[in-house]
């Protein structure tokens, strides 16, 4: 977490908590593993806690619309007519010929959490190259650093 | 097959006979399978046909850059690590996010060929729809329709 | 209707009545009001009566995740923190940026029947304009004639 | 013209003529020069009328946002630190990956013009082609029967 | 401010002086208020700056389309024949589809100061999301997260 | 180079060296040349190691799609029926418009090698501007430091 993160942290854990949204002792936001003395993380951890955090703001906004929405996004990849594996590699498909790399790495976890191999995945990543053409390239840089991340992760966990 | 089109036909053919591509007594350009006197014709087999002469026409343009794109747009749909079918089906989504009913189109042809079912196909567009928002809309009722008209084809052959 | 739309409804009618989504005694799909003997009748009754006709096609289908979105969308624009006029603005604007007519057409029929004016629609498309850029100009034409369109049909049934 | 566009011109015109945009005794919009008897006429002359319609009409709203865009997007293809020629190119390539066949037209119509050759502009649209992907393809089709379409008319006009 | 970015202002400092775009003893670039001793300082603040020094470099460059576009681009949310604040909003929906973070920033920060709630600002993404589908997600993420920023300056500026 | 990315580099750079991508010595990846004692450094220098490295990997994968397309990518540039000057500048305004600031910042650094003088470059920008709208401004922005960058690169190296 770089000096300015740590101070968008001070300043909304303040706000949030003068708002109700946190405990006046909640912990700092946005601490990584590392600092919270654990031995992983990286970005996708970082990802995954910022995901988490603003996640859990939105949903006190309580917006009827958008509840429904993330809804309705969440249950698009459960099985249905497709299995939710199948789903997933479409998700990451469409996120990487849209060039969103949060979306990328969050349709990743899931494919390799629902068992996708590395080929596999590398397979689909060349699909949304000749679709999308060099624009993706970034992103296909992105998605296979982010795939290595994923996979050092699990052998560190082993 | 409108006044207009039969007009840019009647255009394109002659120029196309002036330049060599064409000899000179061809059938005139674009004509329907219903104008050639056969029972079954609609928006898919005009896609079919434009699409057959465009690419013909680009193949003479002997640009080795874009025969080289076309080839590798072909392989990347064949087995490889993921079947062909699976990543047809990947086309299809990223197709339908990118909004180009073209190659819709040309996905479900091709989609319907690897044998995926209606369901799994409305499923398919179904992810593409939650990643891509209302605006995607008109594309799937583009592609309902198209995946009506390839089963109506196929009645009408059997 | 062209000749070649003709022939889509023929094949559709058929195909729809042999799976039952309509009667055996169905008027043809997409004939015009002109063709129907009624005296107004322009592109955007032949939107309209292909958005309502797909529309239910794709209601028929019956697939949860869809028919959900449609319904999300559907109460996206009803009044709430913003008022309904105020959003269906909002998604003119959102539509034209993204360049999709089919969205521009529904958004400026629910914007006139909202009640916004003239003037005020072609201050929301030069932001559009603005946001999108030259791209976008094809689009704001395409409005145009369709704002036109609808004071016309509205001075014509008056 | 369809039976379908004339009644929009039919429409349009009557109320063109009634808010004092056309004369009482104009020409009904839209004709093509076929139909006013000349030899020459395309879906390249169709755009041109319908481009230049809806630019006068766009006119006549007088919003200066507007007309200052527009003035603008003219002069930035005026000769600069870098030529006009050049510029064209670049909106035509622009225009390519942004899969506008309109615009792609226009540029297409100015690059011909300032003296681009055929093959020049295919290695123009292999750019747009190799960073925009297989997407780019329908308007690659597009844009070669539009190159086609205006040679032939040079060489029927000679 | 990271170590990087300290770096990139040091160099840039040094040739923007050699150029004579700054003074010799101008401030370091990029110091943020908290570096200057000041109490309050964030991300938004940062995209302040950011945004401040480079349209003053772009303003440097005096190339007269480009200077016109930004004037353009600034009468645009003028009262006309729409208020301002409501082409604020405007502005703001069609950055959300477009997925651009920093348009969406600077659209947030007009919108709070033309006097938009919260609740309405909410209503207004839900429209963008609902629109542009899941891949807006993580832009509306970031929009909430300035919406807080916002709300936390002002609270801790009164 | 921050913290976090000091830890994503750890932890890649041992995940690399266990799959046998590095040697077991190898310097941390990301290193910047300040870090490793030399004077020149900054986001543009990150971009390229980061780039190299990331190709090296893609390329390691060994899936020939993506090979292909790699290389075809690269020839896409060479001189043709246009030159290579020209065909780059052709790339900087399609990935000005797409929006991609790595691509950009890719065709600056080649525009730059190839010849291409300031003015020119913001003329070329002027067109993407134009062609793109307001929501390009960011990556103006982007592109002019870029350039400055380019420029101060070349001054301090001389």
Chains 1, 2, 3, 4, 5, 6 share one sequence.
């Not at 006046?24 to 590392?34: F, G």
């Not at 703001?57 to 809804?71: A, E």
Request: proline share 2%.
């Amino acid at each position: 977490m770089s000096p300015g993160e740590r101070l968008i942290n001070a300043i909304t854990l303040e706000y949030y908590q003068r708002i109700g949204i946190l405990e006046k002792n909640a912990a700092p936001l946005h601490t990584t593993a590392t600092e919270r003395g654990e031995t992983m993380g990286n970005r996708l951890e970082e990802f995954r806690e910022y995901r988490t955090r603003m996640n859990d703001r939105i949903f006190k906004i309580d917006h009827l619309g958008i509840k429904r929405f993330f809804n309705l996004d969440t249950t698009a990849y459960n099985d249905g007519a497709l299995d939710g594996k199948t789903k997933e590699l479409l998700g990451l498909a469409a996120s990487a010929v849209l060039r969103c790399n949060d979306c990328i790495d969050y349709h990743l976890l899931q494919c390799v959490e629902a068992g996708w191999k590395d080929e596999e995945l590398y397979d689909a990543l060349n699909v949304s190259l000749i679709v999308g053409g060099s624009i993706v390239i970034p992103h296909l840089r992105h998605a296979v650093e982010t795939i290595d991340l994923l996979r050092a992760e699990k052998a560190g966990s082993e």
